[in-house]
Each structure stands twice: as structure tokens, then as C-alpha cells.
């Protein structure tokens, strides 16, 4: 550790610990903040959460070889792709697809997942009863009963899905929307401290950072948001939670849990409900999402905080029973929109393998493809607007295909591998792993158009076969009446001339600061950059990007 990464250690410390030493000063604690906590929980720790914390730590480091390649885990077989793989269905909800994701989730849950536990509580809170008196009152007990929920929330989480999620996510929007409706204010202050919790971990991992402005490929963030299942593990938490209010006889106040469930639902963008329309394209429905948040927090509000006086006396339908029945019907519905997609099975799997020359590696095909029908993501016909393909959106990219796991993924897109011109796929199962290395080479000519090739294969490979050859690339330029077109070939690119609509010469690219000629053209290479000379002219005819 460098001088100026200590000092910057020095400065946060200083920071917080000045921060905490004044809120020590002017609230008086004197031991009231542990004194509240013992109240509730064994020796003040929240234990269930902690073990859930190890648990899916462990799975990510071990089961998903995080251990030794922490930013890139294996994620293909831990996916809840359809229910004819319970593998993935079993463990989706457990694991992670990076070291973001995984680290976002686990410090939600020390944070979410402890006021939950609260809520819970390790002792009974029923007026009259002690710890000891029956098995639901022993305190280990009901530690244990909350471990197990935990793990049952993570695979109903998993089942009821939409598409091939993967994270514990499902499971913290759970410990929210069970908390929320016994401390809603306390639950949106938490919401607020793990924005906290999240800038001081990173102040941590990187101190002091320096960017600069570069082309990047990037997709919406909410893109990537798994909001069906969020919403599902949010309906999951209230039901239960409402359900121990009613047990306990609790009402809470029914602004501040409406309050709270629509900060907390805008702020973690459960308006965001998106469609795909293509491999890299979508379609945000923002006012549609806007409306449904501000439904979800009256739905969440009548339920906690519904009386138990009489509604419909005519069939002894009480206020409570009404509304706690709404809350579940929506989360029935919510559940079971995600079954028949579930439900799915690779058609065709050989789809896209026509053009290409895939890499088989035990159960798993893994090849390279443009324009083809995904097999895994229908066509969603949208009010106003009109879908990529009909019936099936198209995919482009490394696509990862297993027919015994029942898996039809498009692991990095077209747009991706351009952009970063390589990528690992990480395959595998419970107990072994292999990496595979995609790497694309490009030209684009003179004109706009560009031209490339892929190479595929284990990264362990001295040199990876090309797997896929794009269309030529005709350049606008002409010199002496000649043009020039760059075509893959093989395991290489070729200039080829063309006079009149003639073919009269072709030559591959030249080396680095070297010359080949045809068609009486010259070709000279220097580092990205291809020139064609003739006589005294000299046109760049194309690049390598960048």
C-alpha cells in the first residue's frame, strides 16, 4: 500500500469516526442502542442473517469458482432457465453473475435482512408467552425457522421468476417488504444508509479514482433488472409480514407505510418495466411503471394497516380479510405470470448453427452468430410499435446452447464483443468449470463499412480457430478507376481489387510497416492503418478500430 492510499485510508477513518463520536455525544446512548437490539435478538446479532450472508458468500467463492476469479464467477448453469433444469432452479436464487452484483446484494441483506430479523424477532412478542415455553418460543428455534425462510424465498424467488434470473435479490426485496410493514419509516431510513453503506465500501475498495473519457459499451441499467422478480420478493416479504401483524395485533400508521413502500419502490426502479426488442435493444414503459408503484404502495398500505370490522356482513367479510386477500391475489398473479415461460424448452436448438462452427465442450455447444431467432426470448407484440423479427427476437453473439440443461442464451452480444473486442465465457456445472476466449477482428473501409472475424475457443489454446467470417467490406474509395473490398478468409484478411465490376487481383493484408500489391494497387500496412498507393497517389483505404 502506497503513501497516498494510506493517507486516504487516514482521511475516511478521521471522517466517520468524528461523524460517530458526534452522534454519541449528542444522542446520550449509554448503552440504550444494544439494550434495544438484546430486546429482540440473541446477544443483539442478528444470527439468521448472518448465516444467510456465509451461506451465499460460500456458494459464490466455492460453488462458483469466485475464489479464483472473483470478477468473472461461473453464472451459465446457476440460471433458472426453465423448470426442466431444477439445477438452476435451485440455485439461482444463491448465486451471483459478478463481483458487484454479489457484494450490492450481501451488504442489502446485512442491512435489510438485520431490521427484518428484528421485525421477526428471536423472542415471543406475544403478551404472556416465554422463551422456552414451546418450540416456537425457544429462541434457537425460530433463528433456524428463519434460515429456512430465507432459503425457501430464495427458490420460490427462483420458480416464480420471470426469465433466467439469477441473485439473492428476490430475497432482499422480501426482507424490505417484511420490515417495511412493521417500521416503515425505519425501513426507508434503511433504504437511505445502504446508499451509505454502499459509498463507503467503495471509498474503501478504490480511495482515490481517475477516469477519462472513452467510447464504451454500455446497456440501460435497468436493463439488466430482474423487476418482476423484485416485485414478486417484495409481495412475498408483505404478505408475511402483514400476516404477523394481524398474529400480533399490530396496525401501523397507514401514511407511513404508504409513504415508505413508494420511496423505497421509485427508488430501487420497480417502475422500470422494460421489454426486449432486439439483442441489444428496449423498450421502457416509464408511465406505466409509475402508475403500478404508486398502486403498489396503496396495495401494501391497505393490507398492513386494514381493520378487522366488518366490510360485507351479508357473507362475514371483514376489512382485513379483503384486503390481505387483494394483496395476495397479486402476488399470485405476479407468481404465475412467470409459469409458462418457465415452462419452456429449446425448440431447435441447433438454431444459428448453419454458418457457424461451434465448440463442443461436454454437454454445452458454444458458437457464434448473427441475425438468428433467439430460442429463449419470444417476440412481445407491443401497442404503437412493431417487433425486431415476428415470432422471435433475433440474437447476435457467443451463444451458449446445452440441450440436456435445456439452455439457449446469448452469453455476450454482438455489440459487447465489438466494443471490447474479447470476452471469457465460463462454463460448466456443480463440480467442474471450463473457459472458453472470444475474441473479434475487425476492419472498417473507407465509407462506413467494416468487415471482421471471430476466433473461439479454451482459453488454454495457443491459437483459437475462427469460428465465424463476416460479409465483405467494399470501400467507397476508387483509385485509377479500381476498388477494394476486404474479405476474411481463412485465417486471414484479403484485399481484393476489382477494375469494372472485374476481379483482377487479391493479396492478403500486409504485415506492419510491410507491402503487398494487386490488381496494380500497393498495399501498405502501417500499425491500424491500410493505404493503397499508385503512382503519386495515396488513400487510406482502411482501419482497424481502435
Not at 388 to 396: E, L, Y
Not at 459 to 469: G, K, L
Request: charge should be neutral; glycine fraction near 8%; aromatic fraction near 10%.
Amino acid at each position: 500500500m502506497d503513501s497516498v492510499t494510506l493517507a486516504w485510508y487516514l482521511v475516511l477513518v478521521v471522517g466517520v469516526l468524528v461523524s460517530l463520536a458526534a452522534l454519541v455525544y449528542l444522542s446520550h446512548p449509554r448503552g440504550r442502542w444494544g439494550l434495544v437490539a438484546r430486546k429482540r435478538l440473541v446477544m443483539g446479532v442478528p444470527w439468521g442473517t448472518l448465516i444467510a450472508v456465509v451461506g451465499v458468500a460460500c456458494f459464490y467463492l466455492f460453488v462458483q469458482d469466485g475464489l479464483a476469479n472473483p470478477r468473472n464467477p461461473i453464472d451459465i448453469p446457476f440460471r433458472a432457465y426453465s423448470y426442466l433444469y431444477p439445477l438452476g432452479m435451485l440455485t439461482s436464487g444463491f448465486a451471483h453473475s459478478g463481483f458487484g452484483h454479489v457484494t450490492s446484494n450481501l451488504l442489502s441483506t446485512l442491512v435489510f435482512g438485520s431490521l427484518a430479523e428484528y421485525a421477526w424477532s428471536h423472542f415471543p412478542r406475544r403478551r404472556g408467552s416465554a422463551s422456552f415455553s414451546s418450540p416456537l418460543s425457544n429462541p434457537f428455534v425460530r433463528i433456524v425457522l428463519w434460515v429456512c425462510a430465507i432459503a425457501t424465498v430464495a427458490i420460490l424467488t427462483s420458480v416464480f421468476g420471470l426469465g433466467p434470473v439469477i441473485g439473492f435479490s428476490g430475497v432482499v426485496f422480501a426482507f424490505v417488504g417484511f420490515a417495511l410493514v412493521r417500521f416503515p419509516i425505519a425501513t426507508a431510513v434503511v433504504a437511505l444508509s445502504t446508499r451509505i453503506v454502499t459509498q463507503l465500501y467503495n471509498a474503501v475498495l478504490v480511495p482515490e479514482l481517475q477516469r477519462t473519457a472513452i467510447e464504451t459499451f454500455s446497456r440501460p441499467w435497468w436493463a439488466g433488472v430482474a423487476i418482476q422478480g423484485h416485485a414478486l420478493g417484495l409481495l412475498v416479504g408483505v404478505t408475511a409480514g402483514t400476516a404477523l401483524l394481524y398474529h400480533r395485533n399490530v396496525r401501523p400508521k397507514p401514511e407511513h407505510v404508504w409513504l415508505a413502500a413508494l420511496a423505497f419502490a421509485v427508488d430501487r426502479g420497480l417502475w422500470a418495466i422494460y421489454v426486449p426488442e432486439g439483442s441489444e435493444t428496449f423498450r421502457l414503459f416509464r408511465a406505466l411503471g409509475m402508475a403500478s408503484v404508486f398502486v403498489l404502495a396503496a396495495l401494501v398500505a391497505s393490507g398492513a394497516t386494514a381493520t378487522p370490522r366488518e366490510l360485507l356482513p351479508s357473507i362475514n367479510l371483514s376489512r382485513r380479510e379483503a384486503a390481505f386477500g387483494l394483496v395476495l391475489a397479486v402476488l399470485l398473479s405476479i407468481s404465475f405470470v412467470a409459469v409458462p415461460l418457465n415452462l419452456y424448452t429449446v425448440e431447435d436448438p441447433a438454431t444459428g448453427f448453419d454458418d457457424a462452427e461451434p465448440i463442443q465442450v461436454r454437454d454445452y455447444t458454444v458458437f457464434y452468430a448473427e441475425d438468428v431467432g433467439n430460442q429463449f426470448v419470444p417476440a412481445i407484440p407491443i401497442p404503437g410499435g412493431e417487433n425486431v423479427t415476428d415470432g422471435r427476437i433475433n440474437a447476435s453473439g457467443v451463444i451458449v446452447v446445452s440441450e440436456r440443461r435445456n439452455i439457449w442464451w446469448e452469453e455476450v452480444s454482438a455489440a459487447r464483443l465489438e466494443a471490447n473486442e474479447a470476452a471469457t465465457i465460463r462454463i460448466g456445472g456443480l463440480t467442474w468449470n471450463e473457459d472458453l476466449r472470444a475474441t473479434r477482428n475487425a476492419w472498417a473501409v473507407a465509407g462506413g463499412n467494416s468487415t471482421h472475424n471471430v476466433r473461439l475457443g479454451p482459453t488454454t489454446a495457443e491459437e483459437r480457430p475462427i469460428v465465424f467470417r463476416a460479409d465483405p467490406a467494399r470501400s467507397d474509395a476508387i483509385v485509377d478507376g479500381r476498388n477494394v473490398s476486404i474479405v476474411p478468409v481463412e485465417d486471414r484478411f484479403e484485399a481484393t481489387v476489382y477494375y469494372r465490376g472485374d476481379l483482377i487481383g487479391s493479396t492478403a493484408l500486409p504485415a506492419d510497416n510491410e507491402t503487398a500489391t494487386a490488381g496494380g494497387l500497393t498495399f501498405a500496412r502501417e500499425e491500424r492503418s491500410l493505404f493503397v498507393e499508385r503512382d503519386e497517389t495515396r488513400v487510406r483505404i482502411a482501419q482497424k478500430p481502435r
